[in-house]
C-alpha cells in the first residue's frame, strides 16, 4: 500500500503553511484531529457551521488522500460562561432558565438541532466515543485542576482554582503575541489589563493572564461537583491538603465546575491520546508525556486562537506534555461586512423557522427575501447546500462576508452544477482505486492537498464537468462522480426518488403521444416537488432545484 500525500495547511500560531507528513504524525499514516465543538445553550450559526465544515473537509480531504483519520469533535454542556474569561454566567444554566427547561433538556434539544443542521450541509460529524461531552470527563477536569494546584502551578482563591501565570513563566510556548509573557520571560506585570487591553473584572487573579481551571459554585447551581465525591482525587486532595488551612478554604466539600479551557485537554488525552477508554487516576496526564505530541492538528474558529486554545496549549505543558503539533483556524463569517449580533438582527442558522427558533435561516430566510426569490424563482428559501457550496469558494484562511445577494449566486451556480451533472446520465461507479488511475485525479488531489484550494478546484472540476457533457467519456464521468460523493457533497448525482421517476416516465409518454399540454402539467407537477426537468435535442435530464424540502 503506498503512503498517503502529504497535507499542506496554515498553521495560526506558526503563522505559515506546514506540511503534514505521514511518517512523522504521532501516528504513522493517520491523522488525529481535534475540533472544538458547539456550547450547546442556544442555535448554532451559520459561523458555528464553518467551524464544524473546516475539519470535516480536511478529514474527507485526508482520506482522499490515503489517511487513516481519528477525528473527535467536543460537545461542550458545562464551564462555557457568558464571558470567554472567567465571568458571568454558565450558559448551559442560562439557557434552562431562559426557557423554563432542565440544563438535560437544553443540552439534548441544542444538541440535535446542532446535528440537524450539519446533515443538512452535508457533514460528517463524529458520534460516539469521538463525540464526547465535558460532563463526561468531570473526573479528568478534577484531576487536572488539582494537580497543578499539588505542584504549585495554580492556586486557590475564595472562587476557585486558577492556573498561576507567572508560576509556569518557563513553558514551551509557539512563537506568537499571545503567548507575549512567556515568550518574553516577564516574571513581573503590573498592567491591570490583559493583551487584548480588555479589563480584568476577576479581582481573585493575581495575574491578568491567570484561568480558572475550577470555579466554585452555589447549591442552588444546576450543574455542580465535590471533589469528596470522586475517590480518584483522593490523593491529590490529601497531598494538597497537607499544605491547606482548612479554616480558610473547605475544599473537599465545596461545590464547583470545571473551567472552560480545560474540557478539551481532557477529551483529547481520553478519546485521542489512550488507546481505548484510559483509566482514570492521579497518574492520568502523566502517560502523554512520552509522546512528542498527543495529535497532530487541533482546528477551530479564530476566536479561539488568543484565549481558549492559548490556555489548552498552557495547561498541558504544565502538565509535562505537548498537546497538539498543529493548530489550523478558519476565520470569521461577516455577515454584510458586520459581525453577527442578535441586536443587528443578521443571526442566521442553516435550517430553522423564524418562529419557532426566534432567528432567520437559509431554509426560512426574511420576508423581502422570500418575496425576491418567489417573485424570481418560485421559491420561497434557498437549498443549504447553496450555503456549503459558498464555504468552498471562499478559502478557510479568509473571511467570509455572507450577503443574500452573494448566496443566490452560489445558489445560481449549484443550480448550473445539477443541470450540467444532469446531462451525464446515471454511469455505474467504479471502484476507489481505479479512479484514482484515472487522468486528471492526480491534479485535482494536489489542488485539494495544497491548503484545501476548493476555489481552484471548483473551477477544475466545473470544466471537467463541462468537458465529460460533450465527450461522455466514461472515466472522466466516473471521477466526477467520485469526487462529488467523497468531496463535494452538492447532489449532483443525487438518486430519483420513485414518485419523481414515475412523473418523469409519464411526461416523456405525454410528449410521445404529443400531448404536451399534459406534458407541461407534469414538469410543472416535478417542479412543485422541488425538482427541475429540462428537455434537449438528444433527450432530458433532471436534477434537483429546492432540496431543502427533502
Same mark, same amino acid.
Given at each position: 500500500m503506498s503512503k498517503p500525500k502529504t497535507l499542506q495547511l496554515y498553521d495560526s500560531y506558526k503563522k505559515t503553511r506546514i506540511v503534514i507528513d505521514p511518517d512523522n504524525t504521532v501516528k504513522p499514516n493517520t491523522l488525529k484531529i481535534y475540533s472544538c465543538g458547539p456550547t450547546v445553550y442556544n442555535y448554532q450559526t451559520i459561523g458555528n457551521m464553518r467551524a464544524a465544515w473546516l475539519p470535516d473537509t480536511i478529514t474527507k480531504v485526508a482520506k482522499l488522500a490515503g489517511w487513516q483519520v481519528e477525528w473527535t469533535l467536543n460537545i461542550t454542556d458545562v464551564g462555557h460562561l457568558t464571558s470567554d474569561g472567567d465571568e458571568g454566567e454558565d450558559k448551559i444554566e442560562k439557557g434552562a432558565k431562559r426557557e423554563g427547561k432542565s440544563v438535560q433538556e437544553i443540552i439534548d434539544f441544542y444538541t440535535a438541532n446542532y446535528r440537524k443542521q450539519t446533515e443538512a450541509l452535508n457533514l460528517n460529524v463524529p458520534q460516539g466515543f469521538h463525540n464526547p461531552r465535558a460532563t463526561q470527563y468531570i473526573k479528568e477536569q478534577m484531576i487536572l485542576a488539582l494537580q497543578l494546584l499539588a505542584e504549585k502551578k495554580a492556586y486557590l482563591t475564595n472562587d476557585g482554582i486558577y492556573f498561576d501565570t507567572l508560576a509556569n513563566i518557563n513553558l514551551e510556548v509557539p512563537n506568537h503575541p499571545v503567548f507575549e509573557i512567556y515568550n518574553h520571560k516577564l516574571h513581573k506585570q503590573t498592567s491591570s489589563k490583559n493583551y487584548t487591553g480588555r479589563d480584568i473584572l476577576q479581582t481573585n487573579?493575581?495575574? #491578568?493572564?491567570?484561568?480558572?481551571?475550577?470555579?466554585?459554585?452555589?447549591?442552588?447551581?444546576?450543574?455542580?461537583?465535590?471533589?469528596?465525591?470522586?475517590?480518584?482525587?483522593?490523593?491529590?486532595?490529601?497531598?494538597?491538603? @497537607?499544605?491547606?488551612? #482548612?479554616?480558610?478554604?473547605d475544599l473537599p466539600n465545596r461545590y464547583g465546575c470545571p473551567g472552560w479551557h480545560s474540557e478539551c485537554v481532557c477529551m483529547i488525552c481520553g478519546t485521542l491520546g489512550a488507546k481505548g477508554k484510559p483509566i482514570v487516576n492521579?497518574?492520568?496526564?502523566?502517560?502523554?508525556a512520552s509522546l512528542p505530541f498527543?495529535?497532530?492538528?487541533?482546528?477551530?474558529?479564530?476566536d479561539h486562537i488568543d484565549v481558549h486554545?492559548?490556555?489548552?496549549?498552557? @495547561?498541558?505543558?504544565?502538565?509535562?506534555?505537548?498537546? $497538539?503539533?498543529?493548530?489550523?483556524?478558519?476565520?470569521?463569517?461577516?455577515?454584510?461586512?458586520?459581525?453577527?449580533s442578535k441586536s443587528?438582527?443578521?443571526?442566521?442558522?442553516?435550517?430553522?423557522?423564524?418562529?419557532?427558533?426566534?432567528?432567520?435561516?437559509?431554509?426560512? #430566510?426574511?420576508?423581502?427575501?422570500?418575496?425576491?426569490?418567489?417573485?424570481?424563482?418560485?421559491? $420561497?428559501?434557498?437549498?443549504?447546500?447553496?450555503?456549503?457550496?459558498?464555504?468552498?469558494?471562499?478559502?478557510?484562511?479568509?473571511?467570509?462576508?455572507?450577503?443574500?445577494?452573494?448566496?443566490?449566486?452560489? @445558489?445560481?451556480?449549484?443550480?448550473?452544477?445539477?443541470?450540467e451533472a444532469s446531462k451525464l446520465g446515471r454511469v455505474e461507479l467504479i471502484n476507489k482505486t481505479e479512479? @484514482?488511475?484515472?487522468s486528471d485525479f492526480d491534479q485535482l488531489l494536489d489542488i485539494l492537498t495544497d491548503n484545501l484550494n476548493f476555489p481552484k478546484f471548483l473551477e477544475e472540476y466545473q470544466s471537467l464537468l463541462l468537458d465529460a457533457t460533450k465527450s461522455k467519456d466514461e472515466n472522466l464521468i466516473n471521477l466526477l462522480i467520485f469526487l462529488e460523493k467523497e468531496i463535494l457533497k452538492l447532489n449532483l448525482f443525487p438518486k430519483i426518488p420513485t414518485q419523481i421517476q414515475e412523473l418523469t416516465n409519464q411526461r416523456i409518454q405525454a410528449k410521445q403521444q404529443k400531448d404536451f399540454i399534459k406534458a407541461d402539467q407534469i414538469r410543472n407537477q416535478i417542479t412543485s416537488l422541488g425538482w427541475q426537468m429540462d428537455d434537449y435535442p438528444w433527450g432530458w435530464g433532471i436534477w434537483i432545484r429546492n432540496g431543502h424540502q427533502f
Open positions: 487573579k493575581k495575574h #491578568p493572564d491567570d484561568f480558572a481551571l475550577w470555579k466554585f459554585v452555589s447549591e442552588k447551581n444546576l450543574q455542580k461537583w465535590k471533589f469528596n465525591e470522586v475517590e480518584e482525587t483522593e490523593e491529590l486532595m490529601i497531598r494538597i491538603l @497537607q499544605n491547606l488551612d #482548612p479554616k480558610d478554604y492521579t497518574k492520568f496526564f502523566e502517560q502523554f498527543v495529535i497532530d492538528l487541533h482546528t477551530g474558529g479564530e486554545h492559548k490556555n489548552e496549549i498552557l @495547561q498541558a505543558e504544565a502538565l509535562g506534555f505537548h498537546l $497538539s503539533k498543529n493548530w489550523v483556524h478558519n476565520k470569521f463569517v461577516m455577515v454584510d461586512g458586520r459581525k453577527m443587528l438582527g443578521n443571526v442566521y442558522l442553516v435550517t430553522g423557522k423564524y418562529e419557532d427558533t426566534g432567528f432567520y435561516s437559509i431554509t426560512n #430566510p426574511p420576508n423581502q427575501i422570500v418575496e425576491k426569490l418567489q417573485a424570481k424563482y418560485q421559491i $420561497s428559501g434557498f437549498d443549504p447546500l447553496s450555503y456549503r457550496l459558498m464555504l468552498f469558494e471562499h478559502h478557510y484562511t479568509e473571511q467570509l462576508n455572507f450577503t443574500w445577494e452573494k448566496l443566490e449566486q452560489s @445558489q445560481a451556480r449549484l443550480w448550473n452544477l445539477r443541470k479512479v @484514482q488511475k484515472i
